[in-house]
C-alpha cells in the first residue's frame, strides 16, 4: 500500500478540478463544534490534565449538550455558530421564488430574500407577482367532471366526466340518477328521460 501525506502546504486553486460539496462547510463546523464542546469539557473535569482523563469516561449525553450550547465560534463558512436553549442551531435561510426568467423566457428559482435568525429580509425588485406558471394541480375541472385525487400526490387531481345517468354532487363525488332519470345538460342535477 503506496500512503501519500500531506505536507500542510497544498492549496486548492482556481485551476483544480476540484470542487467542494456546497455543504461541507456545515461538516465542518459540526465537527468544530464538538471539539470546542468536549475541549472546555475536558478544562472542567479535568483541571489541570491534558487529553482525556478518567472522570471524562463518566460524562452523559446530556452534559455534552449543555456544553455544546455554549459554544460560539465563527464557522468556516463564516457565519456564527451556536446553539440556543432548545439546542438548535441558527437558522439561515435563503428564500427563492419560481417565475419567469425573461433572457430566456423559461421558468427557474430567483433568490428573492433571506431569514436570517429570525430576521427576514425581501428584495422586492425580484419578487414576480404576475406571469405564474401554470400547475396542473390547480386546474379547475369543466362542468360535469370531478376530481380524482393522485395516491401518490394529494394535492394533484384527474378531471373524470360523470356518466351520463350521474349528476355532479360536490367536487369529487358523481350521484347515481333515479331510475328513469338522466343528468341534465350541465350534469346539475337529474331529469326525466324521454322515452
Not at 406571469?131 to 387531481?157: K, M
Request: aromatic share 12%; proline share 2%.
Amino acid at each position: 500500500v503506496h500512503v501519500v501525506y500531506c505536507s500542510g502546504e497544498e492549496v486548492i486553486g482556481t485551476d483544480s478540478e476540484y470542487t467542494q460539496n456546497s455543504k461541507i462547510s456545515y461538516v465542518i463546523d459540526a465537527v468544530y463544534a464538538m471539539a470546542y464542546a468536549l475541549d472546555e469539557l475536558q478544562k472542567d473535569v479535568c483541571p489541570g490534565e491534558t487529553g482525556i482523563c478518567d472522570a471524562m469516561s463518566e460524562i452523559s449525553g446530556s452534559t455534552l449538550a449543555e456544553y455544546l450550547k455554549n459554544i460560539d465560534f465563527i464557522g468556516v463558512s463564516g457565519a456564527s455558530v451556536h446553539f440556543d436553549e432548545n439546542y438548535d442551531g441558527p437558522g439561515n435561510y435563503e428564500i427563492y421564488q419560481y417565475q419567469k426568467i425573461y433572457s430566456n423566457e423559461t421558468y427557474g428559482y430567483t433568490m428573492i430574500g433571506t431569514w436570517i435568525e429570525g430576521n427576514y429580509t425581501l428584495n422586492m425588485s425580484q419578487v414576480s407577482l404576475d406571469d405564474f406558471p401554470t400547475s396542473l394541480c390547480t386546474a379547475e375541472c369543466e362542468f360535469g367532471n370531478v376530481r380524482s385525487y393522485s395516491v401518490v400526490d394529494p394535492c394533484c387531481w384527474e378531471c373524470d366526466e360523470c356518466d351520463i345517468d350521474k349528476f355532479v354532487y360536490n367536487e369529487t363525488a358523481c350521484v347515481q340518477c333515479d331510475l328513469g332519470y338522466l343528468a341534465d345538460g350541465n350534469k346539475t342535477g337529474c331529469v326525466e328521460r324521454d322515452l
